[in-house]
Nanobody, 121 residues
Framework: QVQLVESGGGLVQPGGSLRLSCAASGSIFVINAMGWYRQAPGKQRELVAVFTSGDDTNYADAMKGRFTISRDNPKNTVYLQMNSLQPEDTAVYYC???????????????WGQGTQVTVSS
């Protein structure tokens, strides 16, 4: 059993900033990848930014230069610093992790419950 808990969402004015956090807990043997996705009303879930292998990261083009992903490995936590937020960034932001829970199981994806980010004046 793996749990991902997001925090840090809220209401912010255009041009403002927020920092999201996601902490993974439970049965964790190896975390292969961890990061953020988002889903706006009526749209498909899309990649925001993720750590893949090692220190490699993958950002969606729309996020480059504005969003920064970071992590604290001992805490199994990733962060998303979001700057210059615009109304188009309004969405539910979901934490995702590809986790191998134990040595007897294969890795699979786990999702957090999501945290709402609303950018509005």
């Amino acid at each position: 059993q793996v749990q991902l808990v997001e925090s840090g969402g809220g209401l912010v004015q255009p041009g403002g900033s927020l920092r999201l956090s996601c902490a993974a807990s439970g049965s964790i043997f190896v975390i292969n990848a961890m990061g953020w996705y988002r889903q706006a009303p009526g749209k498909q879930r899309e990649l925001v930014a993720v750590f893949t292998s090692g220190d490699d990261t993958n950002y969606a083009d729309a996020m480059k230069g504005r969003f920064t992903i970071s992590r604290d490995n001992p805490k199994n936590t990733v962060y998303l610093q979001m700057n210059s937020l615009q109304p188009e960034d309004t969405a539910v932001y979901y934490c995702n992790a590809n986790v191998r829970p134990n040595r007897l199981s294969l890795a699979r994806d786990f999702w957090g419950q999501g945290t709402q980010v609303t950018v509005s004046s």
